[in-house]
């Protein structure tokens, strides 16, 4: 069963993730899939984030910034990468806040330009 906690589509959270080493760490990210509201299955708690920095010299193409000065809840200025999906436990999750608006809309068309390179690149193989 899925805690009770706020995390929705457009939330960033604190969360471990498992690193390409396969250590575990914590991390910032922007919520953009919750397993529990999907209408197909939801058969566990878990999330998909895009993970969120604040070290300008990880940045490309695909970031989209999140400006301390709009989001309180944020330590400085970060950025989300919306090319770095990561598929995270809820229930190790903390819940900082929600983007909404014209920011919401940018990680979305951001994340949404990403995929369409994905899908471009796989139908290059069928």
């Known amino acids: 069963m899925c805690p009770s906690m706020p995390i929705v589509p457009g939330s960033i959270i604190i969360a471990e993730y498992s690193k ?3 250590t575990l760490d914590y991390g910032l990210f922007f ?3 919750c397993e529990d ?5 939801n058969r566990s708690c878990n999330i998909t984030g895009l993970k969120v920095t604040s070290q300008v010299d ?3 193409s695909y970031c989209v910034p999140l400006p301390q000065d709009k989001l309180p809840f944020l330590e400085k200025t970060s950025f989300v990468m919306c090319n770095k999906p990561c598929s995270l ?3 190790r999750a903390k819940f ?3 983007v909404y608006g014209p920011l919401f809309k940018q990680v979305y068309k951001m994340f949404s330009s990403y995929m369409r390179e994905v899908d471009r690149q796989l139908l290059c193989y069928l």
């Open 58 to 60: 990880s940045l490309d």
């Open 31 to 33: 919520v953009i899939y």
């Open 96 to 98: 900082l806040g929600n």
């Open 37 to 41: 509201m999907d209408s197909v299955s």
């Open 89 to 91: 436990v809820v229930n």
């Open 20 to 22: 390409l080493d396969g």
